[in-house]
């Protein structure tokens, strides 16, 4: 009787290894996923270059995503800074926005943005968000 105990427990743990393996891909998954998110994923139009010049008028715009919203922000990073945290440009549901950039002493010397946009829905797979690379800040 006790011989039949290591048996048991065997095949009970290769039937728990198995049941947690992933599942092969399939193409059929992949549309099923597309049919869950049907929105065009979020991009930015705008190009930026490799600078946002200071209280200057940038006209920023984007495409895709749901139609129910976005969030415009921008993260302002500069040297030996401990804390980042997004700041609001604007929430619309429009696809532009006019913004004027912080004035030139609003910001350490150094300092560079990442601007991104956020769809209201942030359930669009990966495609629900943009973000620009570094940027320097100021008149170069």
Known sequence: MFFLYPIVIFLFSALLSTSAAPLPYS???????????????????????????DDTVINLEWEGGSGEGFEVYYIPQ??????YAPVDIANTVENHFTW???KRDAYPEG???ILGINDALQSLAGGWYDVTGLMSFGRQ
Do not use: E, K, M
Not at 33 to 52: D, E, K
Not at 78 to 83: C, E, F, K, S
């Open 78 to 83: 500069w040297p030996h800074q401990t804390d």
């Open 111 to 113: 300092t560079t943005f």
């Open 27 to 53: 193409h059929s998954t992949s549309r099923q996923n597309q049919a869950l998110t049907p929105y065009t994923p979020v991009r930015w139009l705008t190009h930026f270059g490799t600078s946002i010049p």
């Open 100 to 102: 004027r950039t912080p």
